[in-house]
């Protein structure tokens, strides 16, 4: 891929859907499309429901749902407007989240008092202001993940009319302040505003929650304004981010025992052998002394965990004794995945606590 190829054009605002746009799979957009580009669409209710999807470029099933929402309404008319925005075509043309020299397409929605250092952080921004223009009703970013997850909703502000929207999707709620620069982060100011975590990439059945879901949403008329009761939704609140530091190499073992050297004979012994199963966890409470993994080296440095203000707090959750990384606390893992470029590109999970809402939501409702 030439270097020219990253560097995305500025962004198309049309209100045409492009001719053989609803046949295209996420590989062909970027010939389609001249490169991100928002689509705004009519609706009886009149201010627009945001949707944007393939921010990353391997995480389909967004562009699957509105690609098959977009067929089923060829012929009527939408409940409401509807604005989508399709993010990193071009990396959607390779599969990859990413491509080398680009930002992350869910990292650059900064506020308008950061200065914009990239042209992407540029085009988002014009994304905001125009769907601001519109007097956006609610926003959606769409994304899929590569371990064992329940379909989820990840919200920014504890505000009910962001719980109330993250609930139609599911019952398990993320409340989340980490990592900052995502599209909820910039949208939260203007609306309701959720992430779906829509399972694995083009997975059927997350492609036909997904389109269900955008329509409940298109036919709300408003948001309720009485708390959500909290019998109804599990929420959990991220606590800390867990890296692999970039110097540590890893593998995921069946046995988690670290059998590394004889058995993966294309590189050399790596550091850290993660148990394989390991993605089991996501979403289940983890008790201290939980085995995840071995150091093969000494020295090595297995995991890295942040808290919210940035700060080391490794310690506070792993120890590394005796050649072993166990769980020294109570923890629910979310996103926990076996795909090692994930791992290096996003992280090796978050750590989750159950939240308690402010105010007395949790007394009101038992
Ligand atoms: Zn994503």
């Known amino acids: 891929m030439s270097g020219a190829s990253s560097i995305p054009k500025?962004?198309?605002?049309?209100?045409?859907?492009?001719?053989?746009?609803?046949?295209?799979?996420?590989?062909?957009?970027?010939?389609?499309?001249?490169?991100?580009?928002?689509?705004h669409l009519p609706g009886r209710q009149t201010a627009?429901?945001?949707?944007?999807?393939?921010?990353?470029?391997?995480?389909?099933?967004?562009?699957?749902?509105?690609?098959?929402?977009?067929?089923?309404?060829?012929?009527?008319?939408?409940?409401?407007?509807?604005?989508?925005?399709?993010?990193?075509v071009e990396a959607a043309r390779y599969g990859k989240r990413l491509l080398d020299g680009q930002p992350d397409y869910n990292r650059i929605w900064f506020s308008p008092d950061t200065p914009a250092s990239s042209p992407e952080e540029h085009m988002v921004r014009q994304?905001?202001?125009?769907?601001?223009?519109?007097?956006?009703?609610?926003?959606?970013?769409?994304?899929?993940?590569?371990?064992?997850?329940?379909?989820?909703?990840?919200?920014?502000?504890?505000?009910?009319?962001?719980?109330?929207?993250?609930?139609?999707?599911?019952r398990t709620i993320v409340h989340f302040l980490k990592p900052e620069g995502v599209q909820s982060e910039a949208f939260s100011d203007l609306c309701p505003a959720a992430t779906l975590e829509c399972g694995r990439p083009g997975d059927p059945a997350g492609t036909v929650r997904a389109v269900e879901y955008i329509e409940d949403c298109m036919r709300l008329t408003h948001f309720p304004d009485r708390p959500i009761p909290f019998r109804d939704i599990d929420v959990y609140h991220t606590a800390a981010v867990v890296e692999v530091p970039e110097e540590t190499s890893f593998v995921f073992s069946s046995n988690g025992q670290g059998?590394?050297?004889?058995?993966?004979?294309?590189?050399?012994?790596?550091?850290?052998?993660?148990?394989?199963?390991?993605?089991?966890?996501n979403f289940s409470e983890v008790l201290p002394g939980a085995l995840w993994g071995r150091i093969e080296r000494e020295g090595a440095r297995p995991l890295l965990v942040r808290n919210e203000q940035g700060e080391d707090v490794t310690n506070r959750?792993?120890?590394?004794?005796?050649?072993?990384?166990?769980?020294?606390?109570s923890v629910m893992p979310s996103m926990l995945?076996?795909?090692?470029?994930?791992?290096?590109?996003?992280?090796?999970?978050?750590?989750?606590?159950?939240?308690?809402?402010?105010?007395?939501a949790q007394e009101k409702s038992s």
């Open 10 to 39: 500025m962004l198309s605002v049309t209100s045409v859907i492009p001719d053989g746009l609803l046949d295209c799979e996420s590989e062909g957009l970027a010939d389609l499309l001249s490169g991100p580009t928002l689509l």
């Open 48 to 88: 627009p429901l945001f949707v944007s999807v393939l921010l990353h470029g391997n995480e389909v099933t967004g562009w699957l749902a509105i690609r098959s929402l977009l067929q089923a309404y060829a012929d009527r008319e939408l409940p409401r407007a509807l604005s989508v925005f399709i993010g990193n």
């Open 127 to 170: 994304v905001v202001e125009e769907m601001r223009r519109r007097n956006v009703f609610g926003s959606l970013d769409i994304h899929n993940n590569t371990g064992l997850n329940p379909y989820y909703g990840c919200i920014r502000r504890e505000d009910e009319s962001f719980f109330y929207l993250a609930s139609l999707f599911s």
């Open 259 to 281: 059998h590394s050297v004889g058995k993966f004979p294309e590189q050399n012994s790596p550091d850290v052998v993660f148990q394989e199963n390991i993605d089991r966890l």
């Open 317 to 329: 959750f792993f120890s590394f004794t005796n050649g072993e990384i166990r769980l020294i606390a």
């Open 337 to 360: 995945t076996l795909d090692t470029g994930v791992v290096r590109q996003d992280c090796f999970c978050y750590l989750m606590e159950r939240y308690s809402p402010k105010g007395n």
